[in-house]
């Protein structure tokens, strides 16, 4: 366990992980606004967890986490947490949840204790988030944080404009 909250468990991702992974990357509001990555199979999602999540907690000593709830005897419904993409100077946070668990104030839970860890146990200084100028929920949930939009990235292959937001710590 990396952290709790009053109704979460934040865990790291393991290759077990590679069924809820596929659910959760191709629930529909991802594939609207993360993008389709193409993991269908258990064995793209192993493959994406190994070389990303595990990869990141190695090599940064964070990366993205699995959100718990526990009402409902520890289930993953999400994931939340902080990534050094090459494309931006400053670590990213970002949250994603399973459809029937948006708009019930995980994300805001999870990102509070997030950027705590972000903090205190990994001394960064400022994060940034992005989002698609579409993603009218996302950018609401950037603001209530207190994130601040500082301009447009192009942060990906698909050259598909992002607004990037910024808080400092």
Same mark, same amino acid.
């Given at each position: 366990?990396?952290?709790?909250?009053?109704?979460?468990?934040?865990?790291?991702?393991?290759?077990?992980?590679?069924?809820?992974?596929?659910?959760?990357?191709?629930?529909?509001?991802?594939?609207?606004?993360?993008?389709?990555?193409?993991? /269908?199979?258990?064995?793209?999602? $192993?493959?994406? *967890?190994?070389?990303?999540? !595990?990869?990141? +907690? &190695?090599?940064? =000593? %964070? #990366?993205?986490?699995?959100?718990?709830?526990?009402?409902?005897?520890?289930?993953?419904?999400?994931?939340?947490?902080?990534? /050094?993409?090459?494309?931006?100077? $400053?670590?990213? *946070?970002?949250?994603?949840? !399973?459809?029937? +668990? &948006?708009?019930? =104030? %995980? #994300?805001?839970?999870?990102?509070?204790?997030?950027?705590?860890?972000?903090?205190?146990?990994?001394?960064?200084?400022?994060?940034?988030?992005?989002?698609?100028?579409?993603?009218?929920?996302?950018?609401?949930? !950037?603001?209530?944080?207190?994130?601040?939009?500082?301009?447009?990235?192009?942060?990906?292959?698909?050259?598909?404009?992002?607004?990037?937001?910024?808080?400092?710590?």
């Amino acid at each position: 366990m990396i952290a709790e909250t009053e109704r979460l468990i934040i865990e790291k991702f393991t290759i077990s992980d590679a069924p809820f992974f596929v659910e959760l990357v191709n629930s529909p509001h991802w594939i609207k606004y993360i993008g389709d990555r193409n993991t /269908k199979t258990i064995e793209a999602a $192993e493959n994406r *967890i190994s070389e990303g999540h !595990l990869k990141s +907690y &190695e090599e940064h =000593g %964070f #990366g993205f986490y699995k959100l718990l709830l526990k009402a409902e005897y520890n289930k993953p419904i999400g994931t939340c947490g902080l990534i /050094k993409r090459d494309t931006l100077e $400053e670590v990213d *946070i970002g949250f994603a949840f !399973l459809p029937e +668990y &948006e708009g019930k =104030g %995980f #994300g805001f839970e999870s990102s509070v204790e997030i950027m705590k860890l972000a903090k205190h146990k990994f001394n960064l200084k400022k994060l940034v988030a992005i989002a698609n100028p579409d993603n009218k929920n996302s950018i609401k949930l !950037l603001e209530k944080l207190g994130f601040t939009f500082e301009k447009e990235v192009k942060p990906f292959e698909d050259d598909k404009e992002l607004l990037l937001f910024a808080k400092t710590l």
